[in-house]
């Protein structure tokens, strides 16, 4: 199917924005330029989104239009987008949702957290996600309403900022030092962040935590909006998850966050902690064939009668096949 998209310069003077972490296309040998630039595609979809025009997606990603349209015509050819030729507009494909599915299917630790997540929501009348680190963003793999009318709503797939968000600054006080410094040149270069603001919301971040033991954003991201945040980290999940609690301010002033909502938060994370702890996939054990084949019964008796013998030990206390 022809796709009408005219073929357009890029503006003169503008450079391709980076489809990896920190500049990597010039960096990372082992970095696929293309295959990187095809993800960022995909990435530019949102939650409730119409479909997207090349021109749409250009924009979201920095890429020139030339570049899109050989992009976007490519993964409908692979089934990761649909195009709808009546509108010159692209939506994500069946393939798409198939490796969406999968990785759902399999995220089995979300059985355990689940309920937990459900009572934490019912306490305190207001949204609660599970998230993780994607790129410079939060994103919610699990989600749970609790039974206010007027409160966040934010769903599977939603995006939260990481340096002014509760989830954002609990993952970023869990993260090592290193991994800090590297992110805040990330923000400083992709998203014109000033490196001592940046540095100002990680010291709070940690402080926060050791204060409280959780951390805390209130109308950081939002004006009317409070949270609290705690990472997690457990075996089945493979890596720093967070659990966060957020809401409007009149429902999670902050007395109550650090009263009420932040401590029933820990109890919850320690809930989770122990039921994964009980429940991970036990890792697989290869079997080992340096070690030479075991001798036969009679023949390791036999063995241990001698070495008994020599050592002045009798041969019936080293018979290992007592």
């Not at 089945?236 to 409007?248: M, Q, R, W, Y």
Request: aromatic letters at 4%; a positive charge.
């Amino acid at each position: 199917m022809k796709r009408k998209d005219p073929q357009t310069r890029p503006t003169a003077g503008a450079p391709e924005a980076s489809s990896g972490r920190g500049g990597r296309e010039k960096t990372d040998r082992q970095f696929v330029n293309a295959l990187g630039r095809g993800l960022k595609v995909l990435r530019a979809f949102k939650p409730h989104d119409p479909p997207l025009s090349n021109l749409e997606l250009a924009k979201r990603t920095g890429l020139p239009r030339p570049t899109i349209s050989r992009l976007t015509y490519t993964l409908t050819e692979l089934g990761y987008l649909t195009y709808h030729e009546q509108f010159g507009c692209y939506e994500l494909g069946g393939g798409t949702l198939a490796l969406g599915h999968v990785a759902r299917a399999n995220f089995n630790a979300g059985r355990e957290i689940r309920p937990v997540m459900e009572r934490l929501a019912q306490f305190s009348g207001a949204n609660v996600g599970l998230g993780t680190r994607e790129r410079l963003n939060m994103v919610y793999v699990e989600a749970c309403q609790g039974p206010s009318l007027v409160g966040l709503r934010l769903d599977v797939g939603s995006h939260v900022p990481i340096i002014s968000s509760a989830m954002g600054r609990a993952y970023l006080a869990a993260i090592s030092e290193d991994e800090r410094t590297h992110l805040t040149k990330q923000l400083k270069k992709e998203r014109k962040a000033d490196e001592a603001a940046v540095q100002r919301e990680l010291d709070l971040a940690v402080k926060d935590l050791n204060a409280h033991g959780f951390c805390i954003s209130t109308g950081d991201w939002h004006r009317d909006i409070h949270g609290v945040a705690l990472s997690i980290t457990a075996p089945e999940l493979g890596g720093i998850f967070v659990i966060n609690c957020g809401g409007p301010a009149y429902l999670l002033p902050r007395n109550r966050l650090v009263a009420e909502i932040g401590p029933e938060l820990i109890n919850a994370v320690n809930e989770i902690k122990q039921a994964l702890g009980a429940t991970h996939r036990p890792k697989l054990v290869l079997e080992d064939h340096s070690e030479p084949p075991r001798l036969p019964k009679k023949a390791r008796v036999r063995a241990a009668g001698k070495a008994g013998a020599l050592s002045g030990i009798s041969g019936r206390r080293n018979d290992p096949a007592r």
